[in-house]
């Protein structure tokens, strides 16, 4: 992190700031925290992402949900699936997408439950 040398940093409490910097996550695990949230905060991508909270989907009918192509959509979920957020499984010539575990869910559901509060 960059910091202004020219001006004296003011601490009102150290033990906190050091408890704090001891505690902090690793910078490549807030890069990644971070790119989740930037994804997410796509209208097109949560859309799809809360439809999936329930039940897999296939490509067409997210599109048919979301009002995107079908093109559109499987460029989203392939984001999607690189960030881990959701899995694939094929049946034939369809490939389902799903959540990729109850971790998504329990984070889609808290932020659900604090924008309703």
């Known amino acids: 992190m960059d910091q202004d040398n020219s001006m ?7 033990d906190r700031v050091k408890t ?14 971070a790119t ?15 439809a999936l909270r329930r039940e897999e989907m296939c490509v ?3 599109a048919a949900l979301t009002g995107i192509s079908e093109s559109a959509v499987s460029h989203q979920m ?21 959540l990729d575990d109850k971790h998504v ?3 889609l559901d808290i932020g659900l439950r604090h924008v309703r509060e």
């Open 8 to 14: 004296p940093l003011r601490i009102v409490n150290a």
């Open 20 to 33: 704090a910097r001891r505690e902090a996550s690793p910078e490549d695990e807030l890069l990644r925290l």
């Open 36 to 50: 989740i949230y930037q994804v997410l905060g796509d209208p097109s991508r949560l859309k799809i992402v809360m």
């Open 60 to 62: 067409c009918d997210l």
């Open 78 to 98: 392939r984001r999607l699936k690189d960030l881990a957020l959701v899995k694939t499984r094929r049946d034939g010539q369809v490939v389902y997408y799903a």
């Open 105 to 107: 869910v329990l984070l």
